[in-house]
């Protein structure tokens, strides 16, 4: 009886689920269905033998894992390429058109979330992988289990795979938010980052507790299940109990896409989740495969990303922050707001004649973007909208740290501190020494380099080297533990086998950058040789000049420096450059490169790479010398500039496959 009783609340609660998510059409209330769930629970906590498998009361989470097993997709799940503008689109479509006439697409909405393979064994359950580097992903079917609209079982008892995206809604976002706002917790700053760390929790009822939602939208294999459509593939979906996205259109031209297209990007901060752009994909199975993949993407879809978006808010105030050079720089305090899914409270204001040229004064309207998609950039001030009660800028004229008087150098925009005993200058310089571009010490954050400092374990560079010394008090420390202190002390050991050029630049010797940093590397393979430069040699090596030259120059001729790397050379720390040889590639080779825009597949360190690599050199503005423009997304005024001067344009794709 009880356990006919059990199977009744399952199949009730199931279906329920079903028409809620999948149909969007509930029979039962919220009551009903909390009042069936709590029977059920009860029941099972008494005969917990007979609690089913495709039991509902998984979804509340309790399973704890010790870390994540790796898992191999069998058909890899592979990104898709990008487009920018519609042009863009017009060279897709047109490349489609060469191989299948009269083609017809399925358009829908790009989920800002997180990409999942689900695998389902006779109708259940039984596998849940991120997409990892696309052939390796990691098995997350314990906090999968806790997804309402991911079903554990499927209308159909066969065996399949579907793929989708696990995304958090902006209603789920906020309540999170200000649970943890109410628990002293740092905020989660966009739904995919939460919806990310969600799903990777040891503990599932974290996930459980986070309101995570998934849209499915690929079938990896369709023939296999007679299918010959996507469009096919997604209704296929949905009758098994799929949540399938009700904002997906099948279009038969090119115009009818553009306005989808169109629509959505004038719409989506209507829809209750995040969106960062529109997939296109041909419908045609045999279609797809005609076309096939390239070593990343399929030929046969891409995705539209949205452009760059501009948004208002107010600067609240003007603060002062003390780099590692001694540098003073001025940053915006905003009211904070959310901008392309991330919510922005402060930017750089770069320095006072920055502030000066633009006009801003505190209390201002501003309008704010996101700088190559990434970094935000208060733009201008809104003038007409000013009341009177704004405050004049005034830079400051003593350090906001140690309050020494500052000192603004002939030719430079900038204000220093010139204290060497100032707190901020060592903090920012032991930050940068380990930063990701230096010698890359993996966990050393700001936070955890300003505790050291203050408990007095980190003062100087050196002190990285002997902080073993120090493991069993700092793992005392609250928020460490053995583990964790083993991964900053084996950090720290691997940093010893970077090249030269990355020492060279975690020195912070001034106005050596990445770029300047990799050039004397090359140039001089040792470190020994770069301290023996002639101040002349040093003047004449390419794109160095007399400013560069002197600060290097001079630098090793301060007799502490060179006790500085005396020591480093003693505790084994890397003194060669170690970077690979130039490839002769007549698609590089002397050439001038300008990246612009946000790459997808690389980082921009990772482009400059492979460009100088190749024999190429890359610099930061277009000019009639520039030879080639390479474009990511939302490019800006780069590209503007180099359509007008005639310059070669490559997007991500044509950059890549001119390495090769």
Not at 7 to 33: F, R, V
Request: aromatic letters at 8%.
């Amino acid at each position: 009886m009880i356990e006919k009783r059990i199977e009744e609340l399952i199949e009730i609660l199931n279906k329920a689920s079903y028409e809620y998510y999948t149909l969007d059409k509930p029979t039962i209330t919220d009551q009903e269905y909390d009042r069936y769930m709590q029977e059920l629970i009860k029941l099972e906590e008494k005969h917990p033998e007979l609690k089913k498998e495709n039991s509902p009361t998984t979804r509340v989470g309790g399973e704890v894992i010790d870390s994540f097993n790796k898992v191999t997709h069998e058909i890899p799940m592979l990104s898709l390429s990008n487009v920018f503008n519609e042009s863009d689109i017009l060279s897709f479509h047109q490349r489609v058109q060469k191989e299948i006439p009269n083609p017809k697409y399925v358009v829908e909405l790009k989920i800002d979330g997180l990409s999942v393979s689900l695998l389902y064994k006779n109708g259940k359950l039984i596998r849940g992988a991120t997409r990892g580097d696309g052939v390796i992903g990691e098995d997350i079917t314990h906090n999968v289990k806790t997804i309402k609209s991911i079903p554990l079982t499927i209308s159909k008892p066969i065996d399949i795979e579907v793929r989708g995206e696990i995304y958090m809604s902006k209603v789920a976002l906020e309540s999170l938010n200000e649970q943890r706002r109410y628990n002293n917790q740092e905020e989660f700053a966009n739904p995919r980052n939460a919806a990310a760390g969600s799903v990777r929790q040891l503990d599932s009822k974290i996930a459980a507790s986070r309101n995570l939602d998934c849209f499915i939208y690929h079938l990896p294999n369709p023939e296999d299940y007679n299918i010959h459509s996507h469009y096919e593939a997604l209704k296929f979906m949905k009758e098994l109990g799929f949540v399938v996205n009700s904002n997906i259109k099948k279009v038969d031209s090119i115009d009818e896409l553009l306005e989808y297209i169109n629509y959505w990007t004038n719409n989506r901060e209507t829809l209750p989740y995040e969106i960062d752009g529109i997939v296109i994909k041909l419908d045609d199975i045999n279609g797809q495969k005609k076309l096939g993949y390239t070593v990343k993407y399929p030929k046969w879809a891409t995705a539209y990303k949205f452009p760059a978006m501009e948004v208002i808010t107010k600067l609240k105030d003007i603060k002062f922050s003390v780099g590692r050079t001694g540098a003073v720089t001025p940053n915006a305090i905003l009211e904070p707001v959310r901008l392309m899914g991330s919510v922005i409270s402060a930017a750089t204001l770069h320095n006072e004649d920055y502030v000066k040229e633009k006009g801003f004064k505190i209390g201002d309207m501003v309008y704010i973007k996101k700088a190559g998609d990434v970094i935000p950039e208060v733009v201008k001030p809104l003038v007409e909208r000013r009341t009177g009660n704004e405050k004049d800028f005034k830079m400051t004229t003593v350090c906001p740290i140690c309050g020494s008087d500052l000192v603004r150098r002939e030719n430079e925009s900038a204000y220093y501190c010139v204290n060497p005993y100032c707190d901020a200058k060592h903090i920012e310089g032991l930050i940068h020494y380990a930063s990701r571009d230096a010698l890359n010490m993996d966990g050393f954050g700001e936070k955890i380099v300003e505790d050291f400092y203050n408990i007095g374990f980190l003062r100087s560079i050196i002190d990285y080297y002997y902080l073993y010394k120090h493991k069993e008090t700092l793992m005392e420390l609250e928020g460490f533990g053995e583990k964790s202190i083993t991964n900053l002390l084996d950090g720290i050991e691997k940093s010893k086998e970077e090249s030269l050029e990355k020492l060279l630049f975690a020195l912070g010797i001034r106005h050596v950058g990445k770029k300047t940093a990799k050039i004397l590397s090359k140039y001089y393979k040792t470190m020994d040789n770069l301290i023996n430069a002639s101040l002349e040699e040093l003047i004449n090596i390419k794109d160095i000049g007399k400013i560069i030259a002197k600060s290097v120059y001079e630098f090793f001729k301060e007799e502490k420096n060179i006790e500085l790397i005396n020591k480093l050379k003693k505790l084994n720390v890397n003194m060669k450059y170690l970077g690979e040889t130039e490839i002769e590639n007549e698609n590089f080779k002397n050439k001038t490169f300008v990246l612009t825009g946000t790459l997808e597949k690389l980082t921009r360190e990772e482009a400059k790479q492979r460009i100088e690599n190749n024999g190429g050199n890359v610099t930061g503005s277009v000019s009639k010398k520039t030879d080639v423009v390479i474009t990511g997304k939302d490019p800006g005024s780069k590209y503007k500039k180099a359509v007008e001067l005639g310059i070669t344009i490559w997007n991500e794709d044509e950059f890549l496959n001119n390495l090769f």
